[in-house]
């Protein structure tokens, strides 16, 4: 197992390893270079014109392995993908308004687009999320996220990958999603 495997699974307090792992540390695609991170972060949010804070590297590049079950905890490699965490209710209630007036302006949209703005409605906004990946082009801010997204796939460390966006309303909801993918993984790796 990984370490961050082992200490999700040995964590008597997956709220603060949640913190020192994921939220407030250096994303391991960085390799524990702090100011390249930070600066990192002052690039994008410049390019989605958001404050840097409100930025946060999560998935494997930030810990190493998919926390994903579906992804049987690989590693982070070559291959992978890059997921931002953007934490802002002004952008989040933007593209949440936008999604729930489509009305029969969906129809026109393809099969996928549909069923991933139907998704969030039962799912995704329920935790404050909204997983941009297949949507992103569609909602309010997607020519201008789109657009930094691949001015950031040219700037190291992240050249050459695709950059996804989740959006948050706010700082709970960022930490209530992957809070319940921590506790979801402990009792994945508890479970005999």
């Known amino acids: 197992m990984t370490d961050i495997l082992d200490r999700i ?3 008597t307090n997956l709220d603060l390893l949640l913190s020192k ?3 407030d540390s250096t994303p391991e695609i960085f390799s524990g270079d702090r100011d390249a991170y ?3 972060k002052a690039q994008l949010s410049a390019e989605l014109e958001i404050e840097p804070y409100m930025l946060v590297l999560v998935g494997s590049a930030a810990v190493g392995v ?3 079950p579906w992804k049987t905890f690989s590693s982070f490699d070559d291959g992978s993908d890059i997921d931002v965490a953007v934490v802002s209710a002004r952008h989040f209630e933007d593209c949440w308004r936008f999604m729930r007036s489509l009305g029969s302006r969906i129809y026109p949209l393809q099969a996928p687009v549909r069923a991933h703005i139907r998704n969030h409605a039962r799912h995704q906004v329920y935790w404050g999320a909204i997983a941009t ?3 992103l082009a569609h909602l309010p801010v997607g020519p201008a996220w789109t657009k930094a997204l691949a001015k950031m796939a040219k700037v190291p460390p992240t050249v050459g990958r695709e950059i996804n966006i989740r959006l948050y309303r706010d700082v709970d909801s960022l930490r209530a999603y992957h809070l319940r ?3 979801d993984v ?3 790796l508890l479970t005999p």
Do not use: E, Y
Request: proline content about 0%; hydrophobic content about 45%.
């Open 9 to 11: 699974a040995d964590s």
């Open 133 to 135: 990946d297949r949507i």
């Open 181 to 183: 993918n921590f506790k």
């Open 38 to 40: 930070i600066d990192w």
């Open 66 to 68: 998919s926390l994903n």
């Open 186 to 188: 402990r009792a994945r």
């Open 21 to 23: 792992r994921l939220i």
